[in-house]
């Protein structure tokens, strides 16, 4: 018999019915307020057969779904010619037991404990607790670089403050890999930089499956306003203030846009209306495009400016002096040149595959346009 569940870290799917060679499925939208794309589920005992999946919206992705075969912990695309963005086709193997599906290449805490294991032995990589989430969950915090000592620098990384956004993960390890790695960037990081991450910014978020952007009765995203509902944001905000010491450079907050057309399908930075600070972005951004040199591309001119698509003023309200997400709270902290939002795409970056590893080497890019963002320092 089919079954197709999703009672495991990070799972989310509505079954509507199974019938013959047919499954009509859907995301589990939950608190979400409006329509968002993010699902993953398991399916057993369809060895042998061939069975569609067929969505109510268009909530496939442009190189059709992530598909594993061993429980999730490597990804593939199942590629555009799997179907189109309402629905995919899929024959298992004879011998098949379970097989994976999902809108992207889910990443939880299973996925930072592999990465953490694999760099046990390392001295300059040193996990943490942050707090507990609303549902009594560990928070992980991340501190790497110049960990002992005291740095010349500080750079603050944070992902998932919406759940869903699997990919920025990966880059996420990318970066921690390049400060860890026997080059001659990972050598310079180490003695200048210490770094901050907060890898799961919604750790219920995560682990439960949600979507967690546009979540009710706001996202934690749009958390960075007091009082802040979320246990991770009031304990990042405590923690950011206290760190910087001045020393706080740089912030990026990684995430991932929509799944369909221009913006997200391009690696983009997203304006922000005060100008000194877009200024200082783009500064880096500049290092970025020079640095750039794995397997997903990136272009300054690529960037979001504010007032266009959905970067507007209506999107934020009034200017009021209070942050409307977290990069622009980062942006307040004392001395920091910005805090900025990057948003890397699920799975086509101007034609370029997006996966977990090409994610890790735009993270390794990242990590080079620190390095050298940080020696050129601002103007
Ligand atoms: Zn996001």
């Known amino acids: 018999m089919i079954e197709i569940d999703c009672e495991f870290p990070g799972g989310n799917v509505v079954v509507d019915g199974i019938e013959g060679d047919r499954a009509r499925v859907r995301p589990d939208l939950r608190d979400t307020e ?12 369809a060895g042998g057969r061939t069975l569609g999946f067929e969505f109510e919206g268009d909530d496939v992705g442009v190189r059709g779904p992530g598909v594993s075969r061993d429980s999730g912990r490597t990804w593939e695309w ?27 290449m889910p990443y939880t805490q299973a996925n930072l404990e592999e990465f953490l294991a694999a760099h046990a032995g390392s001295t300059h990589l040193r996990p943490g607790g942050l707090c507990r989430s609303r549902k009594g969950r560990a928070v992980e915090f991340l501190s790497f670089g110049k960990v002992e000592g005291e740095p010349e620098h500080r750079v ?16 996420l390890e990318g970066m921690v890999e390049a400060a860890l790695a026997e080059d001659e960037t990972g050598r310079w990081l180490r ?32 958390d960075y306003r007091a009082p802040c509902l979320y246990p991770e944001v009031r304990a990042l905000r405590e923690w950011a203030r206290q760190w910087s010491g001045g ?18 399908e391009l690696i983009h930075f997203v304006g922000v209306r005060q100008e000194d600070i877009w200024a200082r972005i783009e500064g880096f951004c500049e290092a970025l495009e020079a640095a750039a040199s794995g397997p997903l591309p990136y272009r300054k001119g690529n960037n979001l400016l504010f007032g266009v698509d959905w970067n507007t003023a209506e999107e934020y309200g009034p200017l009021d002096g209070e942050p409307r997400s977290a990069s622009d709270w980062l942006s307040t902290l004392s001395g920091v040149w910005f805090g900025a939002t990057v948003e890397i795409p699920y ?15 735009f993270g390794r890019d990242l990590a080079r346009a620190i390095q050298q963002h940080l020696c050129e320092g601002i103007e």
């Open 34 to 45: 409006g329509h968002w794309f993010y699902w993953y589920f398991r399916v057993r005992g």
């Open 191 to 222: 003695d200048r930089v210490e770094f901050f991450a907060a890898p799961f910014a919604d750790k219920d978020g995560v682990e439960d499956g949600d979507q967690g952007k546009s979540r009710r009765p706001h996202d934690h995203n749009r």
């Open 347 to 361: 799975a086509n970056a101007q034609g370029a595959e997006v996966t977990a590893e090409t994610a890790r080497a």
């Open 156 to 171: 603050l990384l944070t992902a998932r403050h919406h759940a869903c956004e699997m990919m920025a993960s990966y880059a």
């Open 247 to 264: 020393k706080l450079r740089m912030a990026l907050d990684l995430h991932c846009p929509g799944h369909r057309g221009k913006w997200h």
């Open 78 to 104: 199942l590629g555009a010619e799997s179907g189109d963005e309402r629905s995919f086709a899929y024959s298992f193997p004879e011998d098949t037991r379970e097989v994976r599906f999902s809108f992207g």
